[in-house]
């Protein structure tokens, strides 16, 4: 602390605790005890608000939320609850802050999660909650996924078909009947059937 106190005047700057003997920290001068400095000056865990002392914690800067800290344990996907961190990770020895970021990055961070309207979310459901379906398979289409947009919605690029005879349309130009895309041999034998 860099200052002489007598053993009665060294005491907790809220609490008035004798520091004498505790654990005594620092803060602008001051001195306070192991659980006010905590209480005070710690940082909190954005999942159960309480301090995070002496641990590994997460420390996550979203652009749109400001920063957060989670204790690391805590620090899970908001939908299925799985952890970010697998337990080889996870060492309780270790202290000290773990920087991550959640930019939707699954194959480059070590850490995958993306954050959605303020809460982390791992690949998985990501996928499913967040992505659009195929209007057939009802499967997530993924960005990087070839998809065709037709009918009032997405396909994945195999399940645009022809509805009838179920292959793939030659040219992009299909014809519709009520919500289904048929290619024109089919379509030609529908209105055939009807006269």
């Not at 659980?35 to 159960?48: G, I, K, Q, T, V």
């Not at 009032?152 to 014809?175: D, I, L, M």
Request: glycine letters at 6%.
């Amino acid at each position: 602390m860099g200052s002489r106190w007598h053993p009665q005047c060294f005491r907790c700057t809220i609490c008035n605790e004798l520091l004498e003997h505790v654990s005594s920290y620092e803060h602008n001068g001051r001195p306070y005890c192991h659980l006010d400095y905590h209480e005070n000056f710690a940082p909190r865990c954005f999942s159960c608000k309480t301090a995070i002392i002496e641990e590994r914690f997460i420390s996550l800067d979203d652009p749109a939320l400001g920063k957060r800290t989670y204790h690391e344990q805590h620090f899970f996907c908001a939908e299925c609850g799985d952890p970010f961190l697998t337990p080889s990770m996870n060492n309780s020895t270790r202290t000290g802050e773990l920087s991550v970021k959640g930019d939707g990055d699954f194959e480059s961070d070590d850490v995958g999660f993306t954050v959605y309207r303020g809460h982390p979310y791992c690949e998985a459901c990501h996928v499913r909650l967040r992505l659009p379906k195929c209007k057939k398979c009802k499967k997530s289409i993924r960005d990087h996924e070839q998809a065709v947009e037709a009918l009032g919605g997405k396909w994945c690029w195999g399940c645009f078909v022809c509805a009838s005879c179920e292959n793939p349309f030659e040219n992009p130009s299909f014809f519709q009947r009520g919500d289904k895309p048929y290619c024109e041999r089919c379509f030609d034998i529908m209105l055939r059937n009807e006269i």
